[in-house]
């Protein structure tokens, strides 16, 4: 009890405007998302897109697993087109047990009812409820549909790419004749970018059929542009024989593609791009050269997603679940049955249980199953957080000394930080948990009452809460244990009527009061500034005296023996830990005799595997590796630039997952 202060206690979360749900009620936060509870509390003010206050929105779009013998019929039967609509592309596979939706309130308050619909639904992830997300699907599907017949599916080896900002007529991307080798490109915008939390407004405007493309019929939102739309768009700019980009992209309403990098494009060229890094001799050391690549990758033709600007934006990863599977089913629905098909997604997050338990990662190893390993491979990032102390892990033994975090929250963080402690594990009976209690100091010494499972509530008050703790016997997140969310509003806003918190050093207590030990992981989420972006996002972190901050040599990777809670092994991307996608990690070209490893990569193998115990399941190593640095001192690869022609230089594991899917196409 620093500071003398009295312990405050935790007032009940409010009623829910969306959803109707009593958030304060016995049972109210079991199973379900608690990111959504706080949502409501929060009257939705982290997701506002530009000045003044959020509006409620009217639809909630949700990423929903089924219970086992139940397929996306069954939801359509037992639901209502008024309150859940279902894009169609869900309706290709036979026996698939995932979907995303546009829901409103008849939805939650057939789940509370305990009707048909809630023997389907065995749980529910909130998206990210911003613009074309909160309105309803155009064309939903209606219980009886059948999948829709798209005229020219494309058959053979298909590249996949889902990303952000990407050049779809770049020369990189064209065919001999010059003819696009995007034989679909879906954009899920339905307005300009980058937009999202945080951001504000500015040129906001919904973008245009005539221009951007039609909404394609499958997914209800977004726009498509076919090879066929971009080669005469490439026409129509032709002059002298030279596409002039500017003025092309202009006229689809690409204008993120006015910067000079997009991650995206980078991303696809290191995956199907017209050239290769090799290894060439000079001056008696290895150096790389690019050289055309005339592989399979570098003719194949490819299906590009762009992902919605509020992903882009809003790095914490909240509307990922949504959109990837879209874009994921999207591409599915554009290819043959026997198209063998190759995708690859350089996104990520940093919190969720890394158990491939989310909803997310189940769904893809979902896909993967029906479909076939070898018709459809999935290819993801390994992460680039493995310096950035977002992860602690810590056993807390019966009656011992409770884990005690130290999470510094940064001054001038215009976004909403958040911290998840999972706890426990399949082999562990949920009682385990019951006398587990969590205690939150604030800076400058005000304490609040500790919480105990079962139990949730904000503070200073219902109707203006600037922080809430969440803590489920169960939680939508993840199938094993229990997550306990601590979400804080921003630090600083340009607006005085918002709600902050202070900056600072939270402590986080975790005790275990019961009889079996408990095994603690806490993940601070992702909350960095996406390329291209002004977010004013600023990346919390754990601290810790023993965590050892020297920048000597064997500082960067993780000493078993060092007894602090923070631990680089962990740091992992947070939709790559199910069982069937394939997650490269980073190494350098130019490799070091003390360390081949891109300092912001997970290892392989694991320098910190002896530390015991861990929870069950978690993974924490990619399953191979590939250069994303040219060295120690010249960080990240060369890839295409906006325009053709145009080399830039990107790090990361983002740029090492594409390599991987090329090898592999």
Known sequence: MSGGLTPQPWLPLPKGEVTGTDWSLPGSIEGADPYLAWAEADRFEGYRLGEGRAAQPKWLPVAIELHQGYGVQDLLQAADEKWLQMPKAYLLLAGLRFCTARVKRGFFAQLRKRSDLARIVRRFELGLPVEEHTGPLKDPACP?????????????????????GLAMAHAAFLGPQGQPRVRYFWRQDEFDGPYGPGLGRRLHSRLTDHRAGPTPAEMGYGHELTAADIRSAMTRFTLNGSVDEDDLYEHLQCWDLKHPVNHGTVVASLAAGPWLTTSRMSSGAQTPEMHPAGDAASQAPLIAVQLDWSNVVDTSGGAMNVSVLDALMYILNRVTDDAQVVVNISWGTLAGPHDGTSVLEAAIDHLISLRGAERLQVFIPAGNGYQDRTHANQTLLPGGAPAELHWHVQPDDRTQSFLELWLGDPELPEEVLQDVSIEVTLPGGQVLEPLTIGHAGCWPSASAPRLALIFPRKTALGRNGTCALLALCPTASNDPADRLVPAGVWRVKVRNGGFHPVVLDAYVERDDVALGTHTGARQSYFLDAMYDTSGNIDSFVDDPGLPTPIRRSGVFNSIGTGQKPMVTGGVRFATSAFDPAASYSPRLPDP?????????????????????????????VLGAGSRSGGVVRLYGTSCASPQTARKNF
Request: net charge positive; no cysteine; hydrophobic share 40%.
């Open 144 to 164: 009886g549909d059948t999948a829709a017949t798209v005229a020219q599916r494309v058959g053979g080896k298909v590249m996949g790419i889902i990303d952000g």
């Open 608 to 636: 910190d595997a002896s530390r015991q115990p861990q929870r069950v399941g978690v993974k924490k190593i990619p399953n191979t590796l590939a250069v994303s640095d040219e060295s120690a001192a010249l960080w990240g």
